[in-house]
């Protein structure tokens, strides 16, 4: 198998959620980009497991350790490795239900894709562990973007049936995403956020979780950015947010809504001021033919619940080819929605890295 993604920035993550550790290598970084390492660890802490009651209780630091590419303050323009430690792994939780395929995971496709060699330990390498690196990887694309004047953030749009305030399409503050990303809790609407929170906290006390939408944006992507068909800024987006583990649909502007408007609503009617051109709308989020319009580009990601729930649920013994039970147990997350919020981020900077050409 391969774990690679990019022409352009390359990465490849590496490890498995119970293994030693996990990582990334990071190919075609130019040489001399300084790396601000607090900004870094702050990513990294707002992705991190174990520090909150809405989170799984497997508590780790994530403190990465750059072992190559990085050289008194720069990246050196070799390849960057960086690992993080597992250190809080309880592997035995899995031994006794190895060979039950726990439903909505990837036990089964790992099973057959990989002729039962791989490690089923917390789901391995498909673990959502695995999107640490991937946040690491962007926090370093976040630098490099900024020096181009481009933002990326966003938010929770819903969790369950409860829904935030949505981004104004038309003109979206670089300063409100900056805000936003410090908060313990990523809504616009704090009332909203501790209504999420009760929806989350019912789930769990129930055994069971709930899924949600993040919204997200970038801004200030020049005009022109991106390319038709293939390397649409769509098609370049969607390919790594559709990499991240729980994610079930992307939408960009208004998505499927589109749909039920006249073309007459869903046009991004146009004007001129001062040699400069504007949209009234930005209903196609910011992209047209493929191409940045210059726009905010808005797209929202559709986040499933989390599949390991301590409920009763039908499911096979693959070894013993019987029908039968299982009740999850260990440490999970009763809604993965705002740990996976900083991973978005990350493939969006990523993403939109690759669009400029590193």
């Known amino acids: 198998m391969s774990s690679m993604w990019g022409s352009r920035i390359r990465i490849s993550v590496f490890g498995e959620s119970h293994g030693q550790a996990i990582g990334v290598v990071i190919d075609g970084l130019p040489a001399g980009v300084k790396l601000d390492l607090e900004l870094i660890s702050q990513e990294m802490k707002r992705r991190r497991p174990g520090y909150s009651e809405l989170t799984t209780a497997r508590r780790e630091e994530d403190r990465v350790d750059i072992l190559s590419g990085f050289f008194q303050g720069t990246t050196t323009g070799t390849p960057l490795t960086a690992v993080i ?8 939780d899995y031994e006794a239900i ?4 726990r439903p909505s995971h990837a036990d089964y496709t790992g099973h057959i894709k990989y002729m039962s060699f791989n490690d089923y330990r917390g789901g391995g390498h498909f673990s959502g562990r695995l999107t640490a690196p991937l946040v690491f990887a962007g926090a370093i694309a976040k630098q490099m973007l900024k020096e181009k004047n481009i933002t990326i953030g966003g938010h929770i749009q819903s969790i369950a049936d409860v829904d935030d305030s949505s981004f ?3 003109s979206i503050e670089p300063l409100l995403l900056k805000e936003l990303a410090k908060k313990e809790f990523c809504v616009i609407d704090d009332s909203k956020g501790q209504q999420m929170k009760e929806q989350i906290l019912k789930a769990k006390a129930e055994n069971d979780s709930v899924g949600g939408i993040i919204e997200a944006a970038i801004v200030n992507l020049p005009a022109g950015a991106g390319d038709p068909i293939f390397n649409a800024v769509e098609s370049t987006l969607a390919q790594l947010l559709f990499s991240i583990p729980a994610v079930k649909g992307v939408e960009f502007g208004r998505g499927f809504a589109i749909s039920r408007m006249k073309g007459s609503e869903a046009n991004d009617q146009m004007f001129i001021d001062n040699g400069q051109i504007g949209f009234f709308t930005n209903n196609n989020g910011g992209i047209l033919g493929g191409i940045a319009t210059g726009m905010p580009v808005v797209f929202r990601v559709a986040v499933k619940p989390t599949p390991s729930i301590g ?7 693959i070894a013993k080819q019987i029908n039968t039970t299982i009740e999850i147990q260990g440490r999970h997350d009763p809604c993965i929605v705002p740990r996976v919020l900083p991973v978005i981020e990350a493939a969006a900077a990523l993403a939109t890295l690759e669009l400029l050409g590193g």
Do not use: E
């Open 311 to 317: 409920r009763s649920q039908k499911t096979v013994d």
């Open 85 to 92: 430690l597992n250190t809080n792994t309880k592997s035995k």
């Open 168 to 170: 104004n399409p038309v």
């Open 98 to 101: 190895k060979d039950l395929m």
